[in-house]
């Protein structure tokens, strides 16, 4: 008599884990199941696909923070639940969130602060710096429309332009098509990838609602000369008269430059700065999507832009393109203020920023690449190949990933667009050993593609933020 296999379905703590239904019949991808799953088979059929992913931490294209103290997963896990809209329901997550925008607020040298009084700060938290550069956007072109009406002129028939390099990153252009304002790109050239005052000052009209500074660019990681842009702005004020707001994108420096160059003036400091929109979720060093955008003063935030609605409960202003979203984000990025400190972002900073350098002079120590950036301005090292080269950054980015890594390769912006380079960028989380980890597998990749003679391991890609 054969042997009878035991029946499984009647003890499930028996029941092999990859023999069930999910496991061997297909689960429709575009359409809803006919039938209902068991948590633990639905989480390990996900988590398993999920395992084709890269490594985030091995993720050396993108800003976006990819670790976290445990203490401040579990905080944002406890808060998922939580709607940030929602301000009369949870109303000390709103009160993080005022917190957070003041020390945002504070860092950046915004004018009227009061230790006993939180609304002196004008700004906001966002899901990230899009968010934050499409309100400061709309912003300026309220105060543009404002001052024509106040001096008599009619704005309706004019189009406002936005001046900024052609280097800015992709939601800039979004806000210009969105809201019908003329974008004016400033390019680029060989050997200089950030806009000049010069170039500012030739763009510039009375049609100008702002200029867009940026406190380290998506493309190489350096900073724009905030300084002698406004410098050159408040002399075409009194030469012509065209006096022209400044708004500094410091999504990538924001919560670099205060920390590792305290000196150098870039922020309120400035008159001519208006606005200031910073990611969280990058140097920041929160998980995604956490961003900010703050105002000099209210002056500069037009109340029109401002929405009251009482259905939640309460009257509550909000000046924000989305609506609900969790407030875990805002509580994690109050667990790093107060977890870190001023102290404790100093010393991440120049640490990241050190192990940023080391690796940009390991990578000028090989003959094939030449610098474009080197880390000392914020910790992004930016390179290329030297000419003559027989494979291009396409090819070396695409044998790094047999080893793990993510390094993108891209070309650089109008008009630039025949220099191809390579970028790292150096998170938290991405520490000495890995650097020199990721040089030795450098060195091995350079070695293949000397010993195949021809390149073409890979086509040229597109770069993604």
């Not at 008159?271 to 995604?288: C, D, F």
Request: glycine content about 8%; hydrophobic content about 40%; overall charge negative.
């Amino acid at each position: 008599m054969p042997h009878q296999l035991p029946n499984l379905s009647r003890h499930s703590s028996l029941t092999p884990a990859y023999c069930g239904r999910m496991s061997n019949s297909p689960i429709p991808a575009l359409r809803l199941p006919d039938e209902s799953m068991e948590p633990d088979q639905t989480y390990r059929f996900i988590h398993d696909e999920l395992m084709l992913d890269g490594s985030s931490r091995l993720n050396l294209a993108t800003f976006v923070t990819t670790w976290m103290d445990p203490e401040a997963g579990q905080l944002m896990s406890e808060t998922f639940d939580k709607n940030m809209i929602d301000k009369d329901e949870y109303p000390v997550t709103a009160a993080i969130e005022q917190r957070c925008v003041c020390m945002v607020a504070d860092l950046f040298h915004a004018e009227n602060l009061r230790d006993d009084d939180p609304s002196t700060a004008i700004g906001v938290s966002t899901v990230g710096s899009s968010e934050a550069v499409m309100l400061a956007g709309l912003a300026m072109k309220w105060r543009w429309r404002q001052k024509l009406e106040a001096a008599g002129q009619d704005w309706k028939g004019r189009t406002p332009n936005l001046v900024m390099g052609s280097n800015v990153q992709v939601v800039w252009e979004k806000f210009s098509r969105y809201f019908d304002v003329e974008a004016r790109y400033l390019p680029m050239e060989h050997g200089r990838y950030v806009i000049t005052p010069e170039q500012v000052v030739d763009a510039v009209d009375e049609n100008t609602i702002g200029v867009v500074a940026i406190l380290g660019t998506t493309f190489t990681g350096e900073l724009e000369p905030v300084a002698e842009i406004c410098a050159a702005l408040d002399q075409l004020a009194t030469d012509k008269g065209f006096d022209v707001p400044v708004h500094v994108d410091a999504a990538s420096g924001g919560f670099v430059v205060p920390f590792v160059h305290p000196d150098l003036v870039w922020d309120f400091r400035l008159p001519r700065v208006v606005s200031i929109n910073v990611s969280g979720h990058k140097y920041g060093l929160t998980y995604p999507g956490i961003g900010f955008v703050v105002w000099r003063n209210a002056e500069h935030l037009p109340e029109e832009l401002v929405f009251r609605v009482n259905y939640l409960g309460g009257d509550m202003p909000t000046f924000t393109l989305n609506f609900s979203r969790p407030g875990n984000q805002v509580v994690g990025q109050y667990y790093n203020f107060l977890r870190l400190g001023r102290d404790g972002y100093t010393t991440v900073m120049h640490c990241l920023s050190d192990t940023a350098q080391w690796l940009a002079r390991e990578l000028a120590g090989m003959d094939v690449f030449e610098l474009i950036s080197d880390g000392s301005a914020i910790p992004v090292v930016a390179f290329t190949l030297v000419k003559g080269t027989k494979y291009t950054v396409f090819d070396v980015s695409a044998l790094l990933r047999s080893y793990g890594w993510q390094v993108p390769a891209y070309t650089m912006p109008d008009n630039a667009t025949d220099v191809a380079v390579l970028r790292i960028v150096v998170r938290e989380g991405f520490s000495a050993n890995l650097a020199r980890a990721l040089r030795d597998d450098i060195v091995e990749v350079l070695g293949k593609l000397d010993k195949t003679g021809v390149g073409g391991f890979s086509d040229e890609a597109h770069f993604a933020h």
